[in-house]
């Protein structure tokens, strides 16, 4: 009994009942298992996975259906005319063939920024009155085009992604893609792989994507656009990565830029070959 162990011998052994288990602790399996709360959520999300019509973001799709059919702008036009890149008004399936090269932008686009550009060139919209405030704070609903992009994400829900990179520009995009997620960049020197470049990684309670692994960008890029329980409302890929970059304490990624286009188109092909389940349900 320690009671009968004199002062120094009862630190010594105490010195090195601590040092045993610091060593315990390293060595021990990380805390990827999952837990009784990770469970639990999985559970939640199984069962509003159950039913398709559960998640609230069917909501907002119905919404961006209305708005696409809408005569809105200064032209009030709908968006009917908008071509996706199966042909003006042609959105089943679309979601699926992008991003790609657009001859008459001149540049290759992901969904969200092909509706900005349809908005301004088809309904006469000014762009930089949408692009402020484009994503939506916590609790508050997806915006406008959010719904849009929702809704014709949902119209290729179990297809599988086929964007093709054969135009130079399509190929020149997903290069600058790779690169970019895996340059060491801003205040914190991050790069998108220091996240999201190793299974087990998390952030508070938030297993982190490994997106370099083609079986889990499968299973995780198809699911955008979400509905996020915790900001209970929808987010777009556009979203996602304007969080990211914020969290590498980048510059704001600029919503339709070159740079947001090519991680999309990067993240796109690291699924290649993935089903489409959009809109999914993120914790
Ligand atoms: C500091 C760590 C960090 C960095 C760096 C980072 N992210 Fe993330 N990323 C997160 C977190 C946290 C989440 C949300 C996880 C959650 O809520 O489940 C996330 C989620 C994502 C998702 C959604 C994954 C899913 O589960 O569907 C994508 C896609 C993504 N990030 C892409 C990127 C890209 C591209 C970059 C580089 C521009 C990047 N991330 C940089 C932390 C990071």
Redesign the pocket.
Known sequence: MTRHLRPAMRSALLAGLLVAVAFAGLSAPRAAEPDAIDRGLEAFRAMLKADAWSNPAMLDADRGQAIWYERRGPRKISLEPCDLGKGPGKVDGAFAGLPRYFQDAGRVMDLETRLLWCMEKIQGIDPRSMIEKLHPAANEPVKDLGAVATWIASRSHGLVFAGPVSHPREKATLRLGKA??HRRMGP?D???????ASADKR??R????E?VNPEEARR??G??P?Y?V?AAHVMT?QH??Y???W??R?PE?QFGSEASVA?IA??VHQAEGGTIAAP?L??
């Open positions: 970019l997620f914190f991050f790069s998108c792989a220091s996240c999201h952030i508070r938030q297993g982190l994507a997106l995780t890029v699911e955008w979400a996020r915790s890929l996602r990565l969080d990211c970059f969290q590498m980048l990624l991680l990067y993240l999914g993120k914790r």
